[in-house]
C-alpha cells in the first residue's frame, strides 16, 4: 500500500533531497546553486519548497511563494511543480497543487498564478483541463 504525504522541506539536507526530482524541470541549475538559490529564496522572499512523498521517497516537488502586486492582489506564485518523470500522470502534481491552492485559500489569498514555458504543451493541458486554471497572459523575460 502506497502511504502519499507532504512536507515542507527548509533544512539544507531535505531541500538536497529535493535536487534529483527538481533537477528534471530546472535542468541549467547545478546542486549547488540550487541549494543556495533555496535557502535565499527562503530568507528573503517568503519561498516554500513541499515535497510529495511516496513510501518516504520524493516524488513531486513544489515551490512558491506568497505575493501582493497591483494586477493580482494577495496571490500565490508557483515559481516550481515537478514530478519525477517515472511517476507522471499518478495525481502526485494535482495532489500538491491542490495542497497549496488550500493553503492559500485558508491564508487569505485571492489567487494562484504561474509560469509554464511554451514549450511544455502537457504541463498546460494538466493546468487548463486538469486544475481549471486560466490561460490570462504571456510572462516575457530579458536576461541582463
Same mark, same amino acid.
Given at each position: !500500500? *502506497? !502511504?502519499?504525504?507532504? *512536507? /515542507?522541506? =527548509? =533544512? *539544507?539536507? /531535505?531541500?538536497? $533531497?529535493?535536487?534529483? @526530482? !527538481? *533537477?528534471q524541470l530546472r535542468k541549467h541549475l547545478d546542486e549547488s546553486t540550487y541549494v543556495k &538559490?533555496? $535557502?535565499?529564496a527562503q530568507a528573503n522572499d517568503q519561498y516554500k519548497l513541499l515535497a510529495l512523498l511516496e513510501n518516504s521517497e520524493i @516524488? #513531486?516537488?513544489?515551490?512558491?511563494?506568497? !505575493?501582493?502586486? $497591483?494586477?493580482?492582489?494577495?496571490?500565490i506564485w508557483v515559481c516550481d511543480l515537478v514530478t519525477d518523470e517515472h511517476k507522471r500522470s499518478k495525481g502526485y502534481g494535482e495532489q500538491l497543487l491542490s495542497y497549496v491552492q488550500k493553503w492559500?485559500? /485558508?491564508?487569505?489569498? /485571492?489567487?494562484?498564478? &504561474?509560469? #509554464?514555458? $511554451?514549450q511544455r504543451k502537457n504541463a498546460h493541458r494538466f493546468y487548463e483541463e486538469n486544475m481549471k486554471y486560466d490561460k490570462v497572459s504571456y510572462v516575457f523575460k530579458k536576461t541582463l
Open positions: !500500500m *502506497k !502511504m502519499i504525504t507532504i *512536507k /515542507e522541506l =527548509s =533544512s *539544507k539536507d /531535505e531541500i538536497l $533531497l529535493a535536487f534529483p @526530482v !527538481m *533537477k &538559490l533555496v $535557502l535565499d @516524488v #513531486s516537488v513544489i515551490g512558491y511563494q506568497p !505575493m501582493i502586486t $497591483l494586477y493580482y492582489g494577495r496571490f492559500a485559500s /485558508e491564508n487569505d489569498y /485571492e489567487s494562484i498564478a &504561474l509560469s #509554464s514555458g $511554451l
